[in-house]
């Protein structure tokens, strides 16, 4: 049988396995043969920091722990959390200018103030802060509005990150200065200059823990959903499920973004193109 071994910790092709068809089975995640290496390396971390001799001695552990967050501790391991401020600037730039305009002048016109919306894998929170931030300076002195942003991942960790809407000088680079000043905090902490998000974007963003897989505790249509670099841990058969309870979940004229390495291309479903990774329900 097949074994890779770091420290003189062995993963065999049945412990792999097993690990994969259970991380798909509970959220989805495929993890291909061509993830075993990445498997092996980031869950021998986990062995180690709890002084497990195996991995099945390290799942039996995770199994047996009936609260789960040893399991969420897991996915953590194996999820990878890369975001940033306005990541994609082009999705930004298309609400500002197309979509936010024609929405609000619709709204308006139906006296309905509200703007729902869903930043699904909101990972350390940039994506929904920066949402929050464009939201907020298109409705400013337009009315009374009542924004709400959904934030969700599976990943507890992140959303504590989230929560606490702090962030070092690199990390707010990419919000321009005038939204900097507007919306970020800079505060000293430990000799170390940090942006603490202002009250407004923490009363527009909601987190909360979600495993996409899962049922979704969403009343009422949203306006737009952004879930950007989170179906390419999917297969195909799970990626058409998904996008077919977004298609469900959104109003008429709602607006799904993806990520830049993700494609409606191959997978059935009713949103019409507008441009790369960017879909409308008609």
Known sequence: ????????????????????NLVHKHCGINLHQGKKELVRARLAKRLRLG????????????????????????????????????????????????????????????????????????????????IAIVLLDAIQGRGRWDVKI???????SMLEVAKTGIYDAERVKPVPSLQRQKYLVPHRSKSQKVFEVSKALRDAVIFSYLNLMANWPIKGTLDFIFCRNVMIYFDKSTQSRLINRFWDLLDSGGVLFTGHSESLTGIEHKFNYIQPTIYIKP
């Open 1 to 20: 049988m097949e074994t890779l071994t770091i420290d003189n910790v062995v993963l065999s092709e049945r412990e792999f396995r097993e690990i994969s």
């Open 51 to 130: 002084h497990f001799k195996t991995f099945k001695e390290y799942m039996k552990h995770v199994l047996k722990d009936k609260t789960g967050k040893e399991f969420s501790i897991l996915i953590d391991s194996l999820s990878t959390n890369l975001t940033s401020f306005f990541r994609e600037q082009r999705h930004f730039e298309f609400l500002q200018s197309q979509f936010l305009p024609a929405l609000l002048e619709q709204k308006r016109k139906k006296h309905n103030f509200k703007i729902r919306a869903w930043s699904a894998g909101c990972s350390s929170g940039e994506e929904p802060y920066s």
């Open 150 to 156: 959904l934030a969700t991942d599976i990943s507890t």
